[in-house]
């Protein structure tokens, strides 16, 4: 019985004592929309969304346990006619694990009179040095659909596949970037390319 009391005593102060701390990261994204104008033509179309999703994250241990802010940027056009847009994202976070096998899942969900939005991504992670002293679990790629109704307007299906971007997340996590700088070193990487600034 004073065995079994020590070791629940042991587990407590292990839970207790996992380091806590936020961390960036930072993935190239790619998602091609498929979907109905809902206009008087009802136009069928599809295009491509190339852009950024940062995220900033809090690790207990080496796991991620939330999704604290995240920001999508999208970029496009070409010469004079360059932009940029952007919107956030209030995500949820899912750890699953099958034998060796760990992944992560986000998912995300909006409804309105006559709108409606529902994200879900999902992808495999492994222990990796992202920039600061020890391996997290990182998920290196995610995949998956988003569902974008609004009524009247336009009805689309969105098939999302991010890449974990390496260099810019060590570099954010190296120097200790917050969410907002994490944010601007994207925007100046973008800048630097003949993208305007946000307005």
């Not at 380091?19 to 206009?39: A, C, F, H, Q, S």
């Not at 309105?112 to 529902?118: K, L, N």
């Not at 974990?164 to 060590?170: G, V, W």
């Amino acid at each position: 019985m004073k065995t079994m009391a020590r070791l629940v005593m042991l587990l407590v102060v292990v839970t207790i004592c996992l380091p806590v701390r936020g961390d960036i990261l930072i993935y190239n994204k790619t998602v091609t929309w498929e979907g109905v104008d809902l206009g008087e033509e009802d136009d069928v179309y599809r295009e491509t969304d190339r852009g950024f999703l940062i995220l900033e994250v809090t690790y207990e241990g080496d796991e991620i346990t939330s999704v604290d802010n995240a920001i999508q940027i999208i970029y496009g056009g070409r010469g004079q006619d360059k932009w940029i847009d952007e919107w956030t994202h209030n995500l949820d976070i899912q750890r699953f694990q099958d034998g060796n096998i760990i992944g992560y899942g986000l998912v995300e969900y909006d409804s309105d009179d006559g709108y409606f939005y529902a994200l879900s991504i999902s992808g495999r992670a492994k222990e990796q040095n992202i920039g600061n002293a020890d391996p997290n679990e990182v998920p290196q790629s995610l995949v998956g659909t988003a569902i974008e109704h609004d009524t009247g307007n336009y009805s689309e299906r969105g098939t999302y596949n991010l890449r974990l971007n390496n260099p810019a997340t060590r570099t954010a996590n190296e120097e200790s970037m917050d969410f907002e700088q994490a944010y601007d070193m994207v925007i100046e990487h973008l800048n630097a390319r003949g993208y305007p600034s946000i307005t």
